[in-house]
């Protein structure tokens, strides 16, 4: 697998680090999957704002 | 709505929304009004920049080797003009005319139709003796950050009074990082309100492994310049260490004084009814500062809640609410993460006054269980924290 094509991103409410390469198989988002693919209904898992919402940083 | 034609004839309602305060509190009621109102001026009051940042970073970015300015997310005129909103920094807010609609600064007098009160809140200052007491330091900002990264020198000793949520996440930083971390709390073990025994036990251990001194059951007396280096400090044990750094990080005290002069009920907060509004009309509060409702709260006793979560749930319904949409927060399962890299915990904690108790179920995984077995809150220690989407769904929802 090719890690270098993911990314990683920090929501700026709470710095809650979203990885690509490892997803977030607890809330069904399978290792790999892009931020894009990542369903509009999700809510980051710390402090609650919707994807929508989530401003990303890349790191 | 009730109007009332009398009020209204005072009221400017061209006026802006004002919004005093730019923490996370004030800048999330901001967007979130904006989503919805895209025309309606919002003014901004700010004793300091109006930086956006994220405050739970603040606590373990030592181990991220960031400085305070790379906290900083978005300058405060960067997310002002992105958010579409007048930003006044270095302001300081003197009093709320209430009958005037106006608040007075030491910029001068802004009007408002509605009122934001995002004051936060300051940490809480135990008294000590001696005569080094003021090179005691607490972390409650991005600019205490900073002063507390200038005192940090490689190889510092460092003394964190209070073995809560902060400072067990910041003890967990700093050792990890190296430097030698004494933690005092009056307690019997760390996070000892918050957790079962035996968790806070496995925390203590864990912490203890990458070096953490503790000083349990104790309280510190007196801090004394050292004659050679550093402090002197005598715990009420009798015992005493020579650190060079000491944090406290005890507690947090709402920010209620303008709230307070300008005639708003106060409690341990500023005390809001489910839809956010103070006791004044066109006033309205939330975030560290602010003693939500019982009703929002699941019926349980009305308290403050310094947490990020129920910021974000608030800014929500207060942003409809100021948009002429009378909306009642309420509040969902909030679950809060302890930071703790070398044993992450999350918490979701039962109301307080709850009877019931704590079990664990498989090995990292506790339930708040009362009499008729209803899950009332739950624990996730170590690998088992990425389990907290499933656990939530057990939860008996705050009814």
Same mark, same amino acid.
């Given at each position: 697998?090719?890690?270098?094509?993911?990314?990683?991103?920090?929501?700026i409410?709470?710095?809650?680090?979203?990885?690509?390469?490892?997803?977030?198989?607890?809330?069904?988002?399978?290792?790999?999957?892009?931020?894009?693919?990542?369903?509009?209904?999700?809510?980051?898992?710390?402090?609650?704002?919707?994807?929508?919402?989530?401003?990303?940083?890349?790191? | 709505?009730?109007?009332?034609?009398?009020?209204?004839?005072?009221?400017?309602?061209?006026?802006?929304?004002?919004?005093?305060?730019?923490?996370?509190?004030?800048?999330?009621?901001?967007?979130?009004?904006?989503?919805?109102?895209?025309?309606?001026?919002?003014?901004?009051?700010?004793?300091?920049r109006?930086d956006f940042y994220a405050?739970?970073?603040?606590?373990?970015?030592?181990?991220?080797?960031k400085e305070a300015h790379q906290l900083i997310t978005i300058p405060g005129?960067k997310i002002?003009?992105?958010?579409?909103?007048?930003?006044?920094?270095?302001?300081?807010?003197?009093?709320?005319?209430?009958?005037?609609?106006?608040?007075?600064?030491?910029?001068?007098?802004?009007?408002?139709?509605?009122?934001?009160?995002?004051?936060?809140?300051?940490?809480?200052?135990?008294?000590?003796?001696?005569?080094?007491?003021?090179?005691?330091?607490?972390?409650?900002?991005l600019?205490?950050?900073?002063?507390?990264?200038?005192?940090?020198?490689?190889?510092?000793?460092?003394?964190?009074?209070?073995?809560?949520?902060?400072?067990?996440?910041?003890?967990?930083?700093?050792?990890?990082?190296?430097?030698?971390?004494?933690?005092?709390?009056?307690?019997?073990?760390?996070?000892?309100? *918050?957790?079962?025994?035996?968790?806070?036990?496995?925390?203590?251990?864990?912490?203890?492994?990458?070096?953490?001194?503790?000083?349990?059951?104790?309280?510190?007396?007196?801090?004394?310049?050292?004659?050679?280096?550093?402090?002197?400090?005598?715990?009420?044990?009798?015992?005493?260490?020579?650190?060079?750094?000491?944090?406290?990080?005890?507690?947090?005290?709402?920010?209620?004084?303008?709230?307070?002069?300008?005639?708003?009920?106060?409690?341990?907060?500023?005390?809001?009814?489910?839809? *956010?509004?103070?006791?004044?009309?066109?006033?309205?509060?939330?975030?560290?500062?602010?003693?939500?409702?019982?009703?929002?709260?699941?019926?349980?006793?009305?308290?403050?809640?310094?947490?990020?979560?129920?910021?974000?749930?608030?800014?929500?319904?207060?942003?409809?609410?100021?948009?002429?949409?009378?909306?009642?927060?309420?509040?969902?399962?909030?679950?809060?993460?302890?930071?703790?890299?070398?044993?992450?915990?999350?918490?979701?904690?039962?109301?307080?006054?709850?009877?019931?108790?704590?079990?664990?179920?498989?090995?990292?995984?506790?339930?708040?269980?009362?009499?008729?077995?209803?899950?009332?809150?739950?624990?996730?220690?170590?690998?088992?924290?990425?389990?907290?989407?499933?656990?939530?769904?057990?939860?008996?929802?705050?009814?």
């Open positions: 697998m090719n890690n270098t094509a993911f990314k990683t991103y920090i929501c409410v709470c710095s809650f680090v979203y990885d690509e390469a490892v997803g977030r198989p607890e809330d069904n988002i399978p290792p790999g999957t892009k931020w894009a693919d990542i369903p509009q209904s999700w809510t980051c898992p710390d402090c609650g704002v919707a994807k929508a919402d989530f401003e990303v940083v890349e790191i | 709505m009730k109007t009332n034609a009398h009020e209204n004839k005072h009221l400017n309602l061209e006026s802006p929304i004002l919004i005093i305060g730019t923490g996370l509190a004030g800048w999330s009621t901001a967007r979130e009004f904006r989503k919805l109102n895209s025309t309606k001026q919002i003014v901004m009051l700010t004793a300091e109006g405050k739970p970073a603040i606590s373990n970015a030592f181990a991220q080797k005129q002002a003009s992105t958010v579409g909103v007048k930003l006044v920094q270095n302001t300081v807010v003197k009093r709320i005319n209430t009958t005037t609609q106006q608040v007075e600064t030491s910029e001068g007098r802004f009007e408002y139709s509605k009122l934001v009160l995002a004051t936060g809140a300051r940490a809480i200052k135990l008294q000590m003796n001696g005569d080094a007491v003021d090179e005691v330091i607490s972390v409650n900002s600019d205490d950050y900073a002063t507390f990264r200038e005192k940090l020198f490689n190889g510092a000793r460092v003394l964190i009074v209070g073995a809560g949520l902060i400072g067990c996440e910041f003890a967990n930083d700093l050792a990890g990082e190296g430097f030698e971390v004494h933690v005092v709390d009056p307690n019997s073990g760390p996070l000892i309100s *918050l957790l079962p025994q035996a968790v806070s036990r496995q925390l203590e251990t864990a912490l203890w492994s990458i070096g953490v001194k503790w000083h349990m059951c104790t309280f510190v007396q007196s801090v004394n310049y050292d004659s050679k280096k550093g402090m002197n400090v005598t715990f009420a044990n009798g015992e005493s260490r020579c650190v060079d750094v000491i944090l406290s990080a005890v507690g947090l005290r709402a920010n209620t004084k303008i709230a307070q002069e300008g005639g708003a009920l106060c409690d341990r907060g500023i005390v809001v009814d489910a839809t *956010l509004q103070t006791s004044i009309t066109n006033i309205y509060a939330l975030g560290d500062n602010t003693q939500y409702a019982s009703e929002t709260l699941g019926g349980s006793a009305s308290r403050t809640m310094p947490y990020v979560m129920p910021i974000m749930n608030a800014a929500k319904a207060l942003a409809q609410t100021l948009n002429g949409t009378l909306t009642k927060v309420v509040f969902p399962v909030m679950p809060v993460a302890i930071k703790t890299s070398i044993l992450p915990i999350v918490i979701a904690p039962p109301s307080p006054g709850t009877q019931g108790s704590w079990s664990e179920v498989q090995e990292g995984i506790w339930n708040y269980v009362d009499s008729e077995h209803k899950i009332l809150g739950f624990l996730l220690v170590g690998s088992k924290v990425s389990q907290r989407s499933e656990q939530m769904k057990r939860m008996v929802p705050m009814t």
